[in-house]
């Protein structure tokens, strides 16, 4: 219970830096299957570590006690045991390393397919992933079946060591008895063999348990480092020593900022940005795919760190912030909108935890899913199922930007987040953040023109550099890629 917390914390630290390192599917296999393997093996232990050391540590006394010529037989079967074991257990571990690599592949494909199962069943493709899947699973049957064919020979290393062990002393006791009558002091009784074998049993039956938990172990060891890695990966977002609480407005400047994913990637993807936006302005950004327009936004509330240069927010580098104080000023409405299990209301309180039914119609009015909402049966009250699967893109990130004005931020980031409504409904929610929210600073990333043209600010973004900047009739005059985009979709909406 608390590895599984301590894991799933550290989690929550990460930057999407470390996410990034581990899959989403490594991540779930390390805190079930991983710590699952752990606890069979503690629960082993500690069953077996009180009683066998005593067990053993009695048992041999006693053998010495007896006679003192044949417990040294058991000094001898130990150290065979414990080399057989160590052999054993070197050559299985290598393969349960593997077999939990494979199961965070499993555990992924599992996933991909239960989040596009629609896409699955709308392009047929059942047969192939069901075969994806037998592929992956047939590799960990195969791995784990080879483990434990190694882990097989435990049990006949531990019945050569015990029989072994009852054949000497039987055969060296036998002569004891024998030699007994010529000389009683270096000989023993009949008696004080029957002892020895039950004291043998014993010694043998405690290493024997101490093999399983060996064998445990082994399993475990494998889980054990794969949980390590989660608690000892550090975050690369830190607060600084004395960090700055207070977040003094919105306005945004970007001075010479480079960026590539990863310390040692070749390419960057931010390529020396300068940029100054003002409080309360609104700005548009547009650029096609991989132009790093996500990743110029994801730098202001530090959800990655400029490789070189620095982002400022209310004048203050975004390194001198309390991250989440920082965060609490920012909000933002991703590309790829999530909505919890949960009702709308408490979807909503996602931005503000204490929000009255009054603020929540508000913000839901403004992002225009109120009309939507009042249609439902339970209204504000309905269930929303796992990923937002019972209402639609658009719904889905109305009720997103609700939720981010909710929280009256300093900063409102819209990356692509009207792509599935209308222009109608895009331009009603455009009109009441000027109305509603004149002083809060506005990035929209977009991909019709139409979404960021009354912008005071806009960008063009092409290859991670800035291509251009201005109002829109000052790109359509000097921009290429603006103007073909806008001539683009303007000859689009008249073919229409």
């Known amino acids: 219970k608390n590895l599984r917390e301590d894991m799933y914390n550290k989690v929550q630290e990460y930057s999407f830096s470390n996410i990034d390192k581990f899959s989403t599917a490594s991540i779930v296999t390390r805190l079930t299957t991983d710590i699952t393997n752990i606890q069979n093996a503690y629960m082993m232990s500690i069953r077996v570590a009180v009683r066998c050391p005593i067990m053993l540590i009695f048992a041999l006394f006693m053998a010495f006690q007896i006679n003192s010529h044949l417990a040294p037989i058991f000094v001898i079967a130990i150290p065979i045991l414990a080399v057989g074991l160590v052999i054993i257990i070197s ?22 397919n239960l989040h596009g199962i629609r896409v699955v069943k709308s392009f047929v ?36 060591c015990a029989y072994g062990c009852m054949l000497l002393i039987s055969w060296l006791g036998a002569k004891l008895i024998v030699a007994s009558g010529n000389n009683p002091a270096v000989g023993m009784t009949t008696g004080d063999l029957t002892s020895m074998f039950s004291y043998t049993m014993q010694i043998l039956m405690s290493l024997m348990m101490f ?15 794969r949980a390590e890695e989660i608690l000892d990966e550090k975050s690369d ?42 409080s309360g302005a609104t700005v548009g950004i547009i650029g096609g795919t991989g132009s790093s327009k996500s990743t110029l936004v994801q730098l202001i509330p530090r959800l990655y760190d400029a490789t070189e240069g620095a982002v400022k927010v209310g004048g203050r580098d975004v390194r001198e912030y309390d991250i989440e104080s920082l ?11 999530v909505l919890f299990s949960g009702t709308i209301k408490d979807n909503l309180r996602w931005g503000k935890e204490d929000a009255t039914d009054e603020e929540m119609r508000h913000v839901c009015q403004l992002a225009q899913a109120d009309e939507f909402i009042q249609t439902f049966p339970d209204g504000y009250d309905t269930y929303i199922e796992q990923g937002g699967t019972n209402v639609s893109g658009g719904q889905k990130q109305r009720l997103c930007i609700a939720r981010a004005l909710l929280k009256k931020p300093k900063i409102l980031i819209l990356d692509d987040s009207t792509s599935a409504v209308d222009t109608k409904t895009d331009a009603l929610i455009r009109m ?11 990035i929209i990333i977009a991909q019709r023109i139409s979404s960021v043209e009354d912008a005071d600010l806009i ?9 251009g900047m201005g109002t829109h009739e000052e790109l359509l005059a000097n921009n290429e890629i603006y103007r073909e985009v806008y001539e683009s979709q303007q000859k689009g909406g008249l073919e229409e």
């Open 211 to 225: 093999s399983m938990v060996f064998v445990m172990i082994t399993i475990s060891y494998a889980s054990m480092e």
């Open 125 to 160: 493709r059942e047969d192939h992933e069901t075969e994806k899947f037998c592929s992956v699973s047939k590799e960990i049957y195969q791995d784990f079946s080879k483990a434990e064919k190694i882990l097989a020979f435990n049990a006949p290393l531990m019945q050569f």
């Open 327 to 337: 965060r609490e000023e920012v909000a933002m409405v991703l590309q790829k909108n």
């Open 432 to 442: 009441a953040f000027r109305k509603e929210i004149p002083n809060t600073t506005k």
């Open 237 to 278: 977002l830190h607060n600084p020593e004395n960090p700055v609480y207070e977040v003094k407005d919105g306005s945004i400047e970007f001075d010479h900022v480079n960026f590539a994913y990863g310390k040692n990637a070749d390419k960057l993807c931010l390529d020396n940005v300068n940029l100054k936006i003002p």
């Open 91 to 112: 050559n299985a571990k290598r393969i349960f390393e593997r077999v939990f690599r494979i199961y965070d592949k499993l555990n992924n494909v599992v996933q991909e």
């Open 459 to 467: 960008l063009v973004l092409d290859d991670g550099k800035i291509n």
